[in-house]
Nanobody, 124 residues
Framework: QMKLEESGGGLVQAGGSLTLSCLVT????????MGWFRQAPGKEREFVAS????????VYGDSVKGRFTVSRDNADNTLDLQMNNLMPEDTAIYYC?????????????????WGQGTQVTVSS
């Protein structure tokens, strides 16, 4: 049974950096479209970034372009998210997700499996 487990969240000051990691077990990360989403209190789940299964092409949400970098580590079987120049509005629970099919990268409804999430808090 495939599972996703996020790690790397924490408290950071504005302008700082964090790296999140999503460990994939029971499956191979490169065989799936993988994505990062986030959800702040009282808000809808928001697309952050994705990596396509074959091409490795990446897609980013408008609010994180130029600051976040998503990557796939095939050796460690992880999906990573390097977050730089963090801002208080980046505060949210960050989720890793896997799409078993060939869905579009951004809609959360395209993804079939989700991790439990990791909290990121950015102080001003």
């Amino acid at each position: 049974q495939m599972k996703l487990e996020e790690s790397g969240g924490g408290l950071v000051q504005a302008g700082g950096s964090l790296t999140l990691s999503c460990l994939v077990t029971g499956g191979t990360v490169s065989n799936f479209n993988m994505g990062w989403f986030r959800q702040a209190p009282g808000k809808e789940r928001e697309f952050v970034a994705s990596v396509r299964r074959i091409s490795g092409n990446t897609v980013y949400g408008d609010s994180v372009k130029g600051r976040f970098t998503v990557s796939r580590d095939n050796a460690d079987n992880t999906l990573d998210l390097q977050m730089n120049n963090l801002m208080p509005e980046d505060t949210a629970i960050y989720y890793c997700a896997a799409d078993y099919g060939w869905g579009l990268p951004q809609p959360a409804t395209e993804y079939d499996l989700w991790g439990q999430g990791t909290q990121v808090t950015v102080s001003s």
